[in-house]
């Protein structure tokens, strides 16, 4: 059984750059959401898409959007890149109260 | 605006030493808690969560947490920590009506063996 899956794994952008970062669900869940993670610090939620809408969304501004895809799966996307931005993204997965994490991609902004 | 403190960045014990990290939190209204652990390399697993009931929780890897509702903690605990059981451990909280997981800092420990 497959768990979360991320891709890519690590990557590098410049400012001002776009980026786009893609999540697949453990089998059998609905619902994903998404977790930036600073050095140093616990994950800070970003978005939660749920039958292909964002349910419900954190502290981040309008740069940062998703989309999830008929088969659950995710994007996350961030325009216009500032060196703020580098960190991990999480892509967690569930399907009721519990969260499974995949490996994160870890992007940063030179 | 709900937060989540663990009190210890950094822990460092010996093999078979006792452990307990802190965790508490602010909110006001019921909420499910949680312990997750990263060991170096892995992604993120869940270590134990409570929901409601007993407030004493039973992990894998005989980890226990337990929550105190008038102090806003949920602490963990093993009696007997394995060199295996070095790793990063957060803490997190998100209220019953709210899909967003409030992360601690995060408690990075390292067992000696």
């Known amino acids: 059984d497959a768990g979360v899956t991320q891709s890519p794994t690590h990557l590098i952008k410049t400012r001002g750059q776009q980026v786009t970062l893609r999540c697949s669900p453990k089998s059998g869940h609905d619902t994903v959401s998404w977790y930036q993670q600073a050095l140093g610090q616990g994950p800070q939620f970003i978005f939660q898409y749920y039958e292909e809408e964002e349910r419900q969304r954190g502290n981040f501004p309008d740069r940062f959007s998703g989309h999830q895809f008929p088969n659950y799966s995710s994007e996350l996307n961030v325009n216009a890149l500032l060196l703020g931005d580098s960190a991990l993204y999480l892509c967690a997965s569930s399907y009721g109260k519990e969260l499974f994490f995949g490996e994160g991609s870890r992007l940063t902004v030179l | ?113």
């Open chain 2, 1 to 113: 605006a709900q937060s989540v403190s663990q009190h210890n960045h950094h822990v460092i014990l010996s093999e078979a030493a006792s452990l307990e990290l802190g965790c508490n939190y602010s909110y006001g209204g019921t909420v499910n808690l949680f312990w997750y652990v990263q060991y170096p390399g892995q992604h993120l697993q869940l270590l134990l969560k409570y929901f409601s009931g007993d407030p004493l929780v039973k992990g894998i890897k005989g980890f226990e947490a337990e929550f105190i509702k008038s102090k806003f903690s949920f602490n963990l605990r093993k009696p007997s920590v394995q060199w295996s059981d070095t790793a990063e451990y957060f803490c997190a909280v998100n209220a019953h009506s709210n899909y967003q997981l409030i992360w601690g800092a995060g408690t990075k420990l390292i067992i000696k063996p």
